[in-house]
């Protein structure tokens, strides 16, 4: 792990500006800087010791299903409840975040785009 903090702990700091959505005891979540879709909400765990869904998934598939559960209340709240969700995993898959997070897409969709 890098000494230094990813840009989605210093939001969750309070160390750089975030609207932050919903919060549980070990998750966060935030709208994307960058919308593609109406609704585009970054759903994050406190902890940055996973960077992406495949270390997750094997180290705490409890924190992964807090995420995704998450992830439905928000499409809930601001849509229809239905939604994607987009964990890209890896610098060639568009992964730019080492620290994992999951997209949830919502709204009107573009049928192709997957982000
Ligand atoms: P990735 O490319 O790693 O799957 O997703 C990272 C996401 O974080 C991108 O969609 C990008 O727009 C978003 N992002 C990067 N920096 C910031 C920021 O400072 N604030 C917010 N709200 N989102 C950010």
Avoid: C, W
Avoid at 2 to 26: H, K, M, N, Q, Y
Avoid at 96 to 101: A, K
Wanted: glycine residues 8%; charged residues 25%; proline residues 5%.
């Amino acid at each position: 792990m890098s000494s230094e903090p990813t840009i989605f702990t210093r939001i969750l700091r309070g160390d750089v500006p975030g609207d932050i959505v919903a919060e549980t005891e070990r998750v966060f979540a935030i709208t994307d800087i960058h919308p593609q879709a109406p609704v585009h909400v970054l759903v994050i765990p406190k902890t940055e010791q996973y960077r992406d869904v495949t270390e997750l998934a094997a180290g705490d598939p409890s924190l992964l299903a807090e995420m995704v559960e998450v992830a439905r209340g928000i499409a809930q709240e601001r849509s229809n409840g239905e939604f994607r969700l987009v964990f890209n995993t890896g610098e060639g898959a568009g992964q730019t975040v080492f620290h994992v997070h999951a997209h949830v897409l919502a709204g009107e969709l573009e049928e192709k785009s997957l982000i």
